[in-house]
């Protein structure tokens, strides 16, 4: 069964860059699309991005300009860095691996799930 | 930015029916997901392709979809099932991941 599991800092300053990476386990990431997902303390879910096991991404509009995500297939593991942040951004990060349910709809659903991880953005 | 809505919440005594609308333009094209959330938990797949209902989820779960508007229906409401609950869908395009803003069920 694939587990995931988000790593990186709790801790991020305003206007400072947010890492965090996703350590797929009992499985490849290659031939999956893998999502980040981000929800606000008592707040609703937010799809932040995707991508693909050879590197191509999509990105919610809203925050394209600030998001980057990148894929490492030898290590099994995929990140996400989101810039300039502020207090707005904090949030308890997920990253999902997609079942795409149509070939030309890669977002299809979110099948597994990692445990999430608190970041607050605070100086 | 393409929205999916949902009522923010329902309502239900236990052994009722709930159920809980999500509604978008795009949803006569894309297929719609729901999730089940709990406190402190990742979302759970309860519903996927509009009425597809996964393994291990009980038979109480259904879904359907009508126009713009898709259904998620809990029959027999039990008490584990206060949870809130997320639609998600695509834009027309299928190219953007989109979630309702998530419908908080109280059983009473």
């Known amino acids: 069964q694939v587990q995931l599991q988000e790593s990186g800092p709790g801790l991020v300053k305003p206007s400072e860059t947010l890492s965090l990476t996703c350590t797929v386990s009992g499985g490849s990431i290659s031939s999956y699309y893998w999502s980040w997902i981000r929800q606000p303390p008592g707040k609703g879910l937010e799809w932040i991005g995707y991508?693909?096991?050879?590197?191509?991404?999509n990105y919610n509009p809203s925050l394209k300009s600030r998001v980057t995500i990148s894929v490492d297939t030898s290590k099994n593991q995929f990140s996400l860095k989101l810039s300039s942040v502020t207090a707005a951004d904090t949030a308890v990060y997920y990253c999902?691996?997609?079942?795409?349910?149509?070939?030309?709809?890669?977002?299809?659903?979110?099948?597994?799930w990692g445990q999430g991880t608190l970041v607050t953005v605070s100086s | 930015s393409y929205e999916l809505t949902q009522p923010p919440s329902v309502s239900v005594s236990p052994g009722q029916t709930a159920r809980i609308t999500c509604s978008g333009d795009?949803?006569?094209?894309?297929?719609a997901y729901w999730y089940q959330q709990k406190p402190g938990q990742a979302p759970v797949l309860v519903i996927y392709?509009?009425?597809e209902r996964p393994s291990g989820i009980p038979e109480r779960f259904s879904g359907s979809s009508s126009g713009t508007t898709v259904t998620l229906t809990i029959s027999g409401v039990q008490a584990e099932d206060e949870a809130d609950y997320y639609c998600q869908s695509a834009d027309s395009s299928g190219t953007y991941g989109v979630f309702g803003g998530g419908t908080k069920l109280t059983v009473l």
């Open positions: 991508i693909y096991y050879s590197g191509s991404t």
């Open positions: 392709k509009d009425s």
């Open positions: 795009a949803l006569p094209k894309q297929y």
């Open positions: 999902a691996r997609h079942r795409v349910v149509v070939a030309a709809t890669p977002v299809g659903y979110f099948q597994h």
